[in-house]
C-alpha cells in the first residue's frame, strides 16, 4: 500500500512558468512534509519542509501548499527555470526520522 | 562543515557475496538514516540507528543489517546479494527527536551492482 502519492509523474515548463507537484497521503501519523531535488548521480538534497500546523510556507522561489483535511500537499516552483530541470521526491515523515517517499516527479523547464 | 559522506561511491558485486557501506554523518548529528533506491524510484527506508541502536526498521529482509560506531558513523551490510539488490543506498543524517521528525540530510549515495 503506496503511503504517499505523488503527481505527475513528468512535468514540461516554460522558462518563467510555474511548475506544481502534488502529493497526497494516508497515514495521519505523519509530522513533517519535506521536498527533496535530485539530480542524476546525485543524492537527493532538501529544498523545503513543513509541519503540519502551518499552512502555506515560502522560501525563495519555492513554496509548500499544505491541505490537512484533505491530507494533500504540493510545491510550486515559481519562475522555473532550465537550472530546476531534476527529479522533486515529496515525503512524509514519522516516528522521530523514518521518511516515506512519493515515486518522484521529472522536470524539465525548456528554455 | 562536511555534509553527510558515503564510501565506496560505486561497487559491483555478484550474486551471494555479501557488501559493506559506509556513512559518516554531518557534524552535529547523532542518528543515521540507511534508504534504498531503484531507478525511477524514490528512496524506501531500510532502517535507522541511534545510540549504537537500531531504532526502527522498514521493511526489508534480515539480509540487511547495519551497525553504528561510537562516533556515529554507520556501516550497511548486506548479505546473500540477489539481482534486485542492485541500487542507489542512501544515507541521512539528522539529529535525534524523540518527539518529531526532523530534517534529514543525504549523503550522494553508493551505487550498488548485483551481477
Known amino acids: 500500500q503506496q503511503q504517499v502519492k505523488q503527481s505527475p509523474q513528468s512535468l514540461i515548463v516554460q522558462k518563467g512558468g510555474i511548475s506544481i507537484i502534488n502529493c497526497a497521503y494516508e497515514n495521519t501519523a505523519f509530522d513533517y512534509f519535506p521536498w527533496y531535488q535530485q539530480f542524476p548521480g546525485k543524492g537527493p538534497a532538501l529544498l523545503i519542509a513543513?509541519?503540519?500546523?502551518?499552512s502555506e510556507k515560502k522560501e525563495g522561489r519555492f513554496t509548500i501548499s499544505f491541505n490537512k483535511s484533505a491530507k494533500q500537499f504540493s510545491l510550486h516552483i515559481m519562475d522555473s527555470q532550465p537550472g530546476d530541470s531534476a527529479t522533486y521526491f515529496c515525503?512524509?515523515?514519522?516516528?522521530?526520522?523514518?521518511?516515506?517517499f512519493g515515486d518522484g516527479t521529472t522536470l524539465t523547464v525548456k528554455p | 562543515d562536511a555534509g553527510v559522506t558515503q564510501s565506496p561511491t560505486h561497487l559491483i558485486k555478484t550474486r551471494g557475496q555479501q557488501v559493506t557501506l559506509r556513512c559518516s554523518p554531518k557534524?552535529?548529528?547523532?542518528?543515521v538514516s540507511w534508504y534504498q533506491q531503484a531507478l525511477g524510484q524514490g528512496p524506501q527506508f531500510i532502517f535507522q540507528?541511534?545510540?549504537?541502536?537500531?531504532?526502527q526498521r522498514g521493511n526489508f529482509p534480515d539480509r540487511f543489517s547495519g551497525h553504528q560506531f561510537p562516533n556515529y558513523s554507520s556501516e550497511l551490510n548486506v548479505n546473500a546479494l540477489l539481482l534486485g539488490d542492485s541500487a542507489l543506498y542512501l544515507c541521512?543524517?539528522?539529529?535525534?527527536?524523540?518527539?518529531?521528525?526532523?530534517?534529514?540530510?543525504f549523503g550522494p549515495g553508493t551505487r550498488l551492482t548485483v551481477l
Open positions: 540507528y541511534y545510540e549504537e541502536e537500531e531504532r
Open positions: 515525503a512524509a515523515g514519522e516516528d522521530a526520522g523514518k521518511s516515506t
Open positions: 557534524s552535529g548529528h547523532d542518528t
Open positions: 513543513i509541519r503540519p500546523d502551518v
Open positions: 541521512a543524517s539528522s539529529i535525534w527527536t524523540i518527539t518529531s521528525t526532523d530534517t534529514q540530510y
